[in-house]
């Protein structure tokens, strides 16, 4: 039976910060968390997403100030989010066409969580070394013999 993306992200914690957060405080949170990117929220809706890259490209490299940018001004808007039943193909190839590492998942406008590339690509790992074991299994398969027969 195939993954949902909505089966990755059940029950885990759902990383998420306020639009008017500093970025410093937000690298903060997502360095203790060990996470690469964070939901962003305006209220209970979700406004974006801020990842490392998002960090580096549009704060760092642009020498903006840690303390004075808020993630609001830097986070990405324009979203592609999944559906808690999509599959995780759905979500790899979603991720791929939009060229994003995390992926929004949610379910009647609430956020379930966000799921990474990796978590993604961990489940189609598995699936493809279960279905190499059956295939094992099925070509060395060797019947046995039936009586009058050699």
């Known amino acids: 039976m195939k993954k949902t993306v909505g089966s990755v992200v059940s029950g885990r914690e759902t990383y998420h ?13 997502m360095t203790e968390r060990r996470v690469g990117a964070v939901a962003v929220l305006d209220g209970d809706r979700l406004a974006g997403i801020l990842s ?29 989010v999944a559906r808690a039943g999509d599959s995780h193909e759905d979500g790899l190839r979603m991720m791929k066409q939009a060229g994003c590492r995390h992926l ?14 990796r978590d993604l690509l961990q489940i189609d790992l598995s699936e ?23």
């Not at 910060?17 to 949170?29: C, F, Q």
């Not at 960090?55 to 979203?79: C, E, F, N, Y």
């Not at 929004?104 to 590339?117: F, I, K």
């Open 17 to 29: 910060v306020d639009s008017g957060l500093s970025v410093r405080d937000a690298a903060r949170y």
């Open 52 to 80: 490392e890259r998002d960090i580096m490209g549009r704060v760092v490299a642009a020498g903006r100030d840690l303390d004075r940018t808020q993630v609001g001004d830097v986070m990405t808007r324009d979203l592609v």
């Open 104 to 117: 929004p998942v949610v379910e009647q406008d609430r956020l379930l969580g966000v799921a990474s590339q």
């Open 128 to 150: 493809k070394d279960e279905e190499i074991r059956w295939l094992n299994a099925y070509i060395h398969f060797i019947p046995p013999l039936r009586e009058g027969t050699s």
